[in-house]
């Protein structure tokens, strides 16, 4: 449900699903798209720079002092394996000066708590636009697998369900102060993907 009060003006477009669904897929290929003004969130983290990564692609990598600075200001946070991962609302604002369309892939069940904290900090002048993605645990396997996950990461990932996920999100639409809409759950990324290109055209923001 979106509140009508307030003219939206930006709009956040969420990816999210299961690992291996093809989220960062379909978020690349938004990206590329060069007819498309859409840019992409560089979240925070406290890991280690692996080979290959650059910073401000990537992520950003922060040191202790760079978080304990950054981290009141954070629009969401995970924890993985010890580290921390985030992005805070000044990422947000500084990316919607220069678009008005932002991209982003969050965990199943942080989504919630961030459309809330989006409504609160922007009220209905930014929108969500929510797509998740629900793949086959087959498929979703040999993408984990074929990308080099252990077979216990791949077990640790599928501990939850994409109907409980979606459940939840769906009750906390019914019930929650928000600006957010579940547009629609996809078995398919690339069915995902243009049916974002269509969005985005459709609302004349390209």
């Known amino acids: 449900m979106i509140h009508t009060n307030t003219k939206v003006t930006k709009t956040i477009f969420l990816l999210s699903g299961e690992s291996g669904a093809g989220k960062s897929w379909a978020k690349d290929e938004l990206l590329k798209t060069p007819d498309l003004d859409v840019r992409s969130i560089v979240s925070r983290t406290s890991r280690q720079e692996r080979e290959g990564e650059i910073n401000g692609v990537d992520y950003?990598?922060?040191?202790?002092?760079q978080i304990n600075e950054k981290i009141n200001d954070a629009s969401q946070i995970f924890f993985s394996c010890g580290n921390v991962y985030f992005s805070t609302f000044g990422d947000i604002e500084k990316l919607f000066k220069q678009?008005?369309?932002i991209?982003?892939?969050?965990?199943?069940?942080?989504?919630?708590?961030?459309?809330?904290?989006?409504?609160?900090?922007?009220?209905?002048?930014?929108?969500?636009?929510?797509?998740?993605?629900?793949?086959?645990?087959e498929i979703r396997n040999i993408r984990m697998k074929?990308?080099?996950?252990?077979?216990?990461?791949?077990?640790n990932r599928n501990n939850n369900t994409d109907n409980?996920?979606?459940?939840?999100?769906?009750?906390?639409?019914e019930n929650g102060e928000h600006n957010t809409d579940l547009l629609a759950v996809?078995?398919?990324?690339?069915?995902?993907?243009?049916?974002?290109?269509?969005?985005?055209?459709s609302n004349g923001k390209h």
């Not at 950003?60 to 002092?65: I, M, Q, V």
């Not at 409980?164 to 639409?173: R, V």
Request: zero cysteines; aromatic letters at 14%.
């Open 60 to 65: 950003f990598f922060s040191n202790d002092y």
């Open 99 to 101: 678009t008005d369309n």
């Open 103 to 137: 991209v982003m892939i969050l965990t199943p069940n942080s989504v919630a708590s961030f459309s809330k904290k989006i409504y609160q900090r922007f009220g209905g002048e930014v929108a969500i636009k929510y797509y998740h993605l629900q793949v086959d645990q």
């Open 146 to 155: 074929s990308r080099g996950d252990s077979e216990q990461s791949i077990a």
């Open 164 to 173: 409980d996920i979606k459940q939840s999100f769906q009750n906390y639409l």
């Open 186 to 201: 996809f078995s398919d990324s690339e069915a995902m993907l243009q049916e974002i290109k269509r969005e985005i055209v």
